[in-house]
């Protein structure tokens, strides 16, 4: 779709390709900064079976995301970009699927990075999860098939980390996933 124009309201804008040597596409290189504007991502990902992924997605600011369609995800905030600061759930189709994601940024830098997480990332994101005391996170990663008792790059489970930092509902909950006590 590079290169293709595409008109919204009044305007007519034209597709342009992003690349980057990392998970984050840095906005500001590409447009140079702008305040209170909006940005659009788009994507194919073709799929040879469905399949349910878990997404790892951050966003300076603001951040909707549409999957075949339908929003998957809606996030207004100011912030930094960031891997992974919201997980997102999403079901891939068999075949071609696209994703459009809007990026709105407030003021100065912007960017964002869409990524499906790998195994390591999920048990990072349990472990530093647990850290927090996230019962939300820890549901959500433990129901996407991450087991209680994974480690983090340094050695860390789940219990240990909720352990240490005092969260004793964290505690419980991974005890009742199946965490070794």
């Given at each position: 779709t590079e290169g293709k124009n595409i008109k919204a309201g009044d305007s007519e804008h034209r597709w342009k390709s992003a690349e980057s040597k990392d998970d984050i596409i840095d906005l500001t290189t590409h447009f140079g900064r702008k305040e209170f504007a909006?940005?659009?991502?788009?994507?194919?990902?073709?799929?040879?079976?469905?399949?349910?992924?878990?997404?790892?997605?951050?966003?300076?600011?603001?951040?909707?995301?549409?999957?075949?369609?339908?929003?998957?995800?809606?996030?207004?905030?100011g912030r930094p970009v960031e891997k992974d600061s919201d997980l997102v759930q999403m079901e891939l189709l068999k075949g071609t699927n696209r994703l459009l994601l809007k990026v709105q940024n407030g003021r100065a830098d912007w960017g964002f990075v869409c990524r499906r997480l790998a195994p390591q990332n999920l048990a990072d994101k349990l472990v530093a999860a647990s850290a927090s005391g996230d019962l939300e996170k820890i549901k959500l990663l433990l129901t996407r098939g991450v087991s209680a008792n994974t480690t983090n790059k340094y050695g860390f489970t789940p219990l240990n980390a909720a352990r240490t930092h005092g969260y004793s509902n964290a505690v419980e909950l991974l005890l009742t996933k199946g965490a070794d006590p």
């Open positions: 909006v940005a659009y991502a788009y994507a194919e990902i073709e799929m040879p079976e469905s399949t349910s992924v878990l997404m790892g997605i951050g966003s300076d600011d603001g951040v909707k995301i549409w999957l075949n369609g339908t929003v998957v995800h809606d996030n207004w905030v």
